[in-house]
């Protein structure tokens, strides 16, 4: 099977074209947001879900680099963090927007941490995970209805 040779100009116009945003899909909810005249910051709050922690039994881990295992025992496991797409200046809704990324098999475990968090720390904010436009237009609507009803 031959892999196609990516075009770097296309690569590079299609990063000029997106700014600071990873995505199309997070472009896109940015230029909505403004459009709606709606504050956001983008992705500036960063969530520690699980502080980090000694693990101070035996514990022997497998690496890509050797056959064999590394003892791994009593070192510090590194804090999951969360950082989400777009939160209100006041934190009333979060959106995070998620396209198709097969290699991010660890999101759905890390989402549900942070919804966890949320409850755990009565946040009361709005929540949205949006895949696509009609669902970005989705959350800005009942974002509009809540900035309506107070």
């Known amino acids: 099977m031959m892999r196609k040779k990516r075009n770097k100009r296309t690569s590079k116009s299609k990063k000029k074209q997106l700014g600071k945003y ?11 947001l ?23 039994h035996k514990y022997f881990k497998m690496t890509s680099k050797r056959k064999d295992m590394s003892d791994r025992s009593n070192t510090i496991q590194q804090p999951i963090r969360y950082t989400p797409d777009f939160v209100c200046k006041d934190y009333n809704w979060i959106i995070e927007t998620k396209g198709y990324l097969p290699s991010h098999h660890d999101f759905p475990m890390r989402w549900k ?15 949205y995970l949006a895949k696509n436009k009609l669902q970005v237009d989705q959350a800005i609507q009942e974002i509009k209805k809540s900035i309506d009803n107070d």
């Open 113 to 127: 941490l942070f919804l966890k968090y949320i409850m755990d720390n009565e946040m009361n904010c709005e929540v």
């Open 22 to 32: 990873k995505s199309s899909i997070e472009k896109y909810c940015a230029d909505q």
């Open 34 to 56: 403004r459009q709606n005249h709606i504050p956001f910051s983008y992705e500036e709050q960063q969530f520690t879900l699980v502080e980090s922690f000694r693990f101070e």
